[in-house]
């Protein structure tokens, strides 16, 4: 479902009425959360503990936390606790206001003041807060919302659940205007283009999420209670001291419990040190070649990871035009059918980014190749990233290592964990990004990765594929 088919159908935390609800008694989530109340122990998920760290207490109380795939949980209170403003969400509130009898022209204007403020912007991160034009329209809206409330709340009686429906979203944008004029620095502001318009530089959002979740695991989700956090991919490095600061855990108690696997026998890990260093205009020709050769040599059977949509699309158009096996892209079907396919057919390659890195399971001989086009560094204009490691420099720390190379160690070794997934499985992962084995940093990038059997000899990969296609 797209983010604007969701909007329509979906309410925020903030917008959520609870038990003043007009719908309460027919609401899935409201009957969930009685259920929990009464549960010994409740069963959720990522998006939850989110909620539960940024708004709503949703899981009632508590005396043990245990969080699976831990290493998710910094990017999901993220989500969570960012925030954005956009024309159509404040045309949406005036609709609403509109069922209450109420008139909007303050807010109609407001809105297309905002929108004019914005068309004069491009997307990017605004590193001073916002410009004047874009604040005297953000104040405009708020202080229009803010009288539509007071509208509403006179014609209460009358308008029953509307008004109610109509105060929440008016809330929703005047809580949201007073993030993007608070204090500088606690949260890292931007504008952005609509959202999945990855090539736009056409400012339609403006997006603010917090510096630092840290403080919030901390005292929303932890808060001093027992808490246990695993996943495959804690220990970066070979330790766990990237992730602890990350979720806010001051000396924590560690275990690592090892693997029923036995990486260096049942894996190789073949880092191409004889390609040149990824450009920025996505893959490149000798990369190209490179992948090409893996794939034949390994009859398909690859399941390709690359660091953006562009470059899998790329690889995808490219590996068609030359080989004679089927090439599935991740954006040509629903996911779970291209993997189907995938997982039925040994000859079939599947390429793609962002979430086939993590959660793809398929066992034997289909995923023999995993084929990792660059080290997946967060983008260099990225907001967050960009202002989490500069907050990491300022205050004398590492900011590259803390922010840019725990994030690429995470998805390198969750990515990597796709080739062996059963005590049989054999295969190669194959990283066409010769900084894995030149670069400083790639001594800690490698130790974040299953232990599979290293080598740099193009050779001894192609070999081993081949041995792996015929048996």
């Keep these: 479902m797209s983010g604007r088919a969701w909007s329509q159908v979906s309410v925020s935390g903030r917008e959520c009425l609870e038990s003043k609800c007009p719908a309460v008694a027919e609401c899935f989530s409201q009957r969930a959360r009685d259920t929990a109340a009464h549960a010994h122990v409740v069963v959720t998920n990522h998006a939850v503990l989110g909620v539960q760290a940024t708004s709503h207490d949703m899981l009632g109380e508590h005396a043990v936390l245990i969080v699976d795939e831990a290493h998710e949980l910094v990017q999901r209170i993220t989500s969570s606790a960012t925030h954005e403003l956009t024309v159509a969400a404040v045309d949406r509130a005036a609709r609403a206001v509109r069922r209450c009898g109420v008139v909007t022209e303050d807010l109609d204007r407001a809105a297309r003041h905002l929108d004019g403020a914005l068309g004069d912007c491009e997307a990017g991160r605004l590193r001073q807060g916002l410009p004047e034009p874009l604040a005297v329209a953000v104040e405009e809206v708020r202080a ?7 509208e509403v709340q006179k014609h209460a009686e009358q308008a029953g659940a ?15 205007c007073g993030e993007l004029q608070g204090e500088h620095g606690r949260y890292v502001v931007w504008l952005a283009p609509r959202d999945g318009d990855y090539d736009s530089r056409l400012a339609e959002r403006i997006v603010a999420a917090p510096l630092d979740v840290a403080g919030l695991i901390r005292t929303k989700l932890l808060d001093e209670k027992a808490s246990v956090m695993t996943s495959a991919t804690l220990a970066l490095g070979g330790d766990f001291t990237a992730i602890s600061r990350h979720l806010g855990v001051d000396s924590p108690a560690t275990l690592d419990a090892g693997s029923p696997f036995d990486y260096p026998r049942q894996g190789i890990l073949y880092v191409a040190r004889h390609l040149p260093k990824p450009g920025m205009g996505g893959i490149g020709p000798e990369a190209l070649d490179e992948l090409a050769a893996l794939i034949e040599a390994a009859g398909g059977r690859t399941l390709g990871l690359f660091s953006s949509h562009r470059a899998a699309q790329a690889a995808a158009e490219a ?15 629903q996911l779970p059918t291209l993997v189907k396919r995938f997982a039925e057919d040994e000859a079939t390659c599947l390429f793609g980014s962002t979430s086939l890195w993590q959660g793809i399971d398929v066992p034997g001989r289909t995923a023999s190749l995993v084929v990792i086009d660059r080290i997946p560094f967060p983008r ?5 990233s960009q202002a989490r490691t500069e907050a990491v420099a300022a205050a004398g720390g590492n900011g590259f290592m803390a922010v840019s190379a725990t994030h690429a160690a995470l998805l390198l070794a969750q990515g990597a964990g796709r080739l062996i997934r059963s005590t049989s499985d054999r295969g190669v992962v194959a990283v066409l990004d010769p900084r894995l084995a030149t670069a400083g940093y790639g001594g800690f990038l490698r130790r974040s990765m299953p ?6 000899d193009r050779d001894t990969a192609l070999g081993a594929l081949r041995r792996l296609a015929e048996s």
Excluded: F, H, N
């Design 380 to 384: 260099p204009d990225e907001p967050i």
């Design 162 to 176: 509307a008004g109610k429906v109509a105060s929440a979203a008016l809330s929703e944008v005047v809580d949201v």
């Design 319 to 333: 590996m068609r035009e030359r080989l004679d096996v089927p090439i599935l892209y991740q954006l040509d079907d």
């Design 451 to 456: 232990d599979l059997w290293p080598t740099t």
């Design 144 to 150: 229009a919302a803010r009288r539509c409330v007071s």
